[in-house]
T-cell receptor, first 115, second 117 residues
Framework: DTEVTQTPKHLVMGMTNKKSLKCEQH?????MYWYKQKAKKPPELMFV???????INESVPSRFSPECPNSSLLNLHLHALQPEDSALYLC??????????????FGPGTRLLVL | AQKVTQAQTEISVVEKEDVTLDCVYE???????LFWYKQPPSGELVFLIR??????QNEISGRYSWNFQKSTSSFNFTITASQVVDSAVYFC??????????????FGKGTKLSVIP
């Protein structure tokens, strides 16, 4: 089973709203990732969690706040977003982050529209 | 710096034709891994294959095949007898060391494949 689930599938929010994206995996993976993907572009890495600790933050604005409550769950809290933050947000997981052979498995994504 | 180049932005083929998607990479590492992912219109990135730099054997999986040539730094992907369900964006990616013992993926810009019935 290589399933990563994400909720919600679609989200529309205003610039003053607070919302959260949720990602879950039950593969025993210890690394989880958030990516942002704009239309016709490759995914861009935002955050990496390794063993529930934030290991990489790719200079993401503070209006995006990640959280890893346990090894199976990853959240992305959104607050005061801008219209340019509208994108597909992808979650991924891998067994570890410490090896270049690690395969990342992606969820179906959340399509976010900020009005 | 590591880089992945997918020179073909968009390709259209008629169903049942064969199609090859090109991927050229640059790295200073002697050991590395390459990946192909498929992204259908639904959005999910689907893992297709992983190949390490020491294994230059071609791989075939059903209608899919991959040709890895270290001498030309290429890792090309061929779909035989294409089907409409193959329509998607295909990404080639290179595993890159990002510091502090962590690795991350460097993606190419993707190739959009349209298979016309």
């Amino acid at each position: 089973d290589t399933e990563v689930t994400q909720t919600p599938k679609h989200l529309v929010m205003g610039m003053t709203n607070k919302k959260s994206l949720k990602c879950e995996q039950h593969m025993g993976h210890r690394a989880m990732y958030w990516y942002k993907q704009k239309a016709k572009k490759p995914p861009e890495l935002m955050f990496v969690y390794s063993y529930e600790k934030l290991s990489i933050n790719e200079s993401v604005p503070s209006r995006f706040s990640p959280e890893c409550p346990n090894s199976s769950l990853l959240n992305l809290h959104l607050h005061a977003l801008q219209p340019e933050d509208s994108a597909l947000y992808l979650c991924a997981s891998s067994l570890e982050t410490s090896g270049f052979q690690e395969t990342q498995y992606f969820g179906p994504g959340t399509r976010l529209l900020v009005l | 710096a590591q880089k992945v180049t997918q020179a073909q932005t968009e390709i259209s083929v008629v169903e049942k034709e064969d199609v090859t998607l090109d991927c050229v990479y640059e790295t200073r590492d002697t050991t590395y891994y390459l990946f192909w992912y498929k992204q259908p219109p639904s959005g999910e990135l689907v893992f297709l294959i992983r190949r390490n730099s020491f294994d230059e054997q071609n791989e075939i999986s059903g209608r899919y095949s991959w040709n890895f040539q270290k001498s030309t730094s290429s890792f090309n992907f061929t779909i035989t007898a294409s089907q409409v369900v193959d329509s998607a964006v295909y990404f080639c990616a290179l595993s890159e060391y990002s510091g502090a013992g962590s690795y991350q993926l460097t993606f190419g810009k993707g190739t959009k494949l349209s298979v016309i019935p």
